[in-house]
């Protein structure tokens, strides 16, 4: 990373549903770690799959931000108008021989593998990684293909920012992945890779879960020439029964919270069950910014704190 760039922070939502206070711990953690180091923060809203993601709940999910104080230092990019963009890099990556399509069939993919490892996806057979053009020309006649990254058989070690050393060998731990779905969605990894390298986004905060799948990201960066930013993986938020914060959990997204406790309550909780402050009381972002560091932050699964 440059020395002199300024840090840029940013935080993705996919507005497929009313924010929630994992979601918003990620967003508050990605804003107080760019801010803390006078950078600037940016926000995407991931809405590449358009009828899960209608404009009504990405203009809520702004809302909510703005409700808890949050700013952000240009306009929020939104994935599904971008789609142009993502074609071009996906044309690079064809040019240089990268991607093929695949044309198994949800229930092919599902017969050919093991039983899953929790979040992880299962590591595709590479069925269709040696097809000839007759097959690929044969086969497109009846089905419309999905479009698979290449990975090499390789060890990939990158310096999480919290969570410290992580290794995969992308080929046995992930596989070839879908940059492009046979409905013609562009992959999650694809977008968010040229997303963040085009606005300049120089660190990532976001969830544990998903901590498997930075290396194929890096992989990515590194294959389209963008420079890697740094990553900090944050631990899940629990309820007090001890089971991940999700959309599915009504009463703690913000209709409900809002009705009855502050922007600064809310803060305050979150900050505190992460432990970015000692107790549980209100607390405005900019306190928060003053007073964050990383080393503060919990490692272990994060149980919220309700004050
Ligand atoms: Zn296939």
Known sequence: MSGSAPVTGRFAPTPSGRLHLGNLLCCLLAYLSA????????LRIEDLDVPRCPKRLSDQCIEDLRFLGFDWDEAPLYQSERTEIYRRYLEELRALGLVYPCFCTRAQL?????PNLGDREPVYSRACAALTEEEIALRQRTRSPAIRMRVPDEA????????????????????????????????????????????GVSEIVRGRDILFSTPRQIHLQKTLGFEPPAYYHIPLLMDSQGRRLAKRDKDL??????????????????????????????????????????????????LLAYP
Not at 110 to 114: C, V, W
Not at 168 to 193: H, K, M, P
Not at 270 to 275: H, R, V
């Open 110 to 114: 599902h017969a050919a593998i093991a």
């Open 35 to 42: 801010r803390s180091k006078g950078g600037r923060f940016l």
């Open 156 to 199: 990939f070690a990158f310096e999480d920012g919290h969570f410290g050393p992580v290794c995969e060998n992308l080929a046995r731990d992930c596989g070839d992945y879908i940059i492009r779905r046979s409905d013609g969605l562009f992959g999650y990894q694809l977008a968010v890779v040229i997303d963040d390298a085009l606005s």
């Open 253 to 302: 997204d913000l209709t409900a919270l809002s009705r009855h406790m502050t922007p600064e309550q809310i803060l305050g909780m979150l900050a505190f069950s992460a432990g970015i402050i000692p107790e549980n009381r209100p607390a405005s972002l900019d306190e928060l910014t003053r007073v964050f560091c990383w080393e503060n932050v919990k490692r272990e699964d994060i």
